[in-house]
Every structure is written in C-alpha cells, then in structure tokens.
C-alpha cells in the first residue's frame, strides 16, 4: 500500500527512518519486516535481542558504548535493511541513545579533504572477520575487501566499516603506513558532530535504517534497579528491498517507468547503475 511505499521511499533516499506507534510486543519486527519480504537469517538468527546479557555473544548485549560500524561485513553480502524495535526503554536509564552517520557521506568528504587517503581504502583490502568458537554454534568466517568501493564512474556505491571485527591487515609493506594514516583520517570524520546523528528510542518506536549506508552505534548506559533496555531486530537483504520497492514505484505510477524501475544508486549494495 502507499504507507509502505513512502516508507521505503524514505529508507531509499535518507537511509534511515524511524516508524512511531508500533505495538510494544516481543516478535512485533518480524511482523513489520514480512511486509516487504522474507527475513535474512544470519549466524544470530531470524530475530535477536538487544539488551544487557551475563554472558554476551556479541558486544551488542552489553551495556556498552558501541562505535559506529556496520553489522556483518564479515559476510560477502552484508545486510542492508535493518530494524530495530523498541520493545522497552525505562525512563530511568541513563544514555543508550543511538548514533548514526551516513557512511557514503563520510566517504566523500574524504574523497574531497584527503583524496590520497579515500584512493588508498579504494585501493588496499581490509580483513573482517568474526572467530568465535565459545558460543552454541561456532563461527569462523573471514572476508577481505577495501572499506570503499566505487563504480565504473568512480562514484561511492559501498563502505565497509567494522572496527570491532576487523583482522589482521594482509598487505604489501609499502601500503602499510598509508593504509593506517588513511583508516585514521576517516575514522576521525565520524567523531565531527556536524556528520552524526543522535537520537534516543521510545518503546513502540522503530529504527530501520540501511546497514550499508547507515553506520551504527550507540552510547553507553546505565539500568538501575529494575530497569530494562530492550530492542529486538531483523535483517533484510538488498535483493528483497529493492524488489519490493521498484515493484510498489512502478506498479502505484508513482516511479520511473523503465525495466530497472527506481534508481538505487545509494543503498550500498554495489549496483553500478
């Protein structure tokens, strides 16, 4: 219907929308997730819980300030849409407000400050990896690639950015120093207030935001007695996104009418178009 299609519309052009009047129901994102398709299953799952835990498998479950990444760049094809529903957030916790920042965005103002910098993280492959044999299913999955990609026309179409799982650099010693003079520098562009965004979660509210556009984190915080910070999230793929949104667009009449339907050149998922 038309509220899916602004909806997605809104993910397409801005990466990240937040939904408001959701009910505040555990396995409520599955619900909103399956109305643009299929879930993406990973190594967590079909759905997972956000929230402090005795024994975490992730530094997610924690309390913990997270740095703005990217979940699953260790996978060949990360996700691209996420979502996140807030299921409860106890007035009384202090911080936990969530941090984003437009990755394709970061990129070019690299490109535009410190154009070695961007040719090099074009040019040199990071290594992501998540290796953790101490949880119910073992996981070893390693992936190198550049943080950044560009297209026949050299324009941004993808960034990989996972400081937490990232492994050992493998690459000729004359790129060495210039790779972690590069790595600094972008990363040094997502401390500058003008290029974040910060917002704190309502329960019923839903963050869903492209996980290969948008980076994510969020600051630390603190449950007093009895309070609880819950969030349950989703993957969808790129392939189940774009699809249902050029199906809406050229169905409604409201999009392009042209064989690749609407143009996705932002979404992070490596399409030259």
């Known amino acids: ?79 691209f849409l ?38 090099t993280l074009v040019r040199v492959p990071a290594t992501f990896q998540k290796i953790h044999y101490d949880r119910p299913e073992p996981v070893h999955i390693e992936y190198r690639r550049p943080h950044i990609e560009v297209n026949h026309r ?27 003079r590069a790595y600094r520098a972008f990363a040094a562009l997502m401390d500058e207030e003008a290029l974040r965004i910060e917002l704190r979660l309502e329960p019923g509210e839903l963050l869903s935001f492209s996980n290969r556009r948008m980076l994510h984190g969020r600051n630390s915080f603190t449950e007093p007695g009895g309070c609880v910070r819950h969030l349950q999230g989703c993957y969808v793929s790129s392939e189940v996104f774009v699809n249902k949104l050029r199906v809406l667009q050229n169905r409604g009449g409201v999009g392009p009418k042209m064989l690749s339907g609407v143009q996705t050149v932002r979404c992070g998922n490596g399409d030259f178009s």
């Open 154 to 180: 050299g324009d941004v179409i993808n960034v990989f950015w996972a400081p937490a799982f990232e492994g050992p650099l493998e690459a000729p010693e004359s790129d060495v120093e210039a790779y972690y």
């Open 1 to 79: 219907g038309g509220g899916l299609l602004t909806w997605l519309e809104a993910i397409n052009r801005d990466g990240l929308c937040v939904v408001k009047g959701c009910p505040k129901e555990e396995g409520h994102v599955m619900n909103i997730a399956r109305r643009i398709g299929e879930v993406m299953p990973t190594i967590y799952g079909d759905t997972w819980d956000v929230r402090a835990e005795t024994n975490p498998i992730n530094c997610a479950y924690t309390s913990h300030a997270l740095d703005l990444h990217q979940d699953l760049a260790y996978y060949e094809s990360p996700p």
């Open 82 to 119: 996420q979502l996140l529903h807030c299921v409860r957030f106890d007035k009384d916790i202090v911080g936990g407000e969530s941090t984003f920042a437009d990755a394709i965005k970061l990129a070019e103002v690299l490109r535009e400050r410190d154009p070695e910098a961007f040719d």
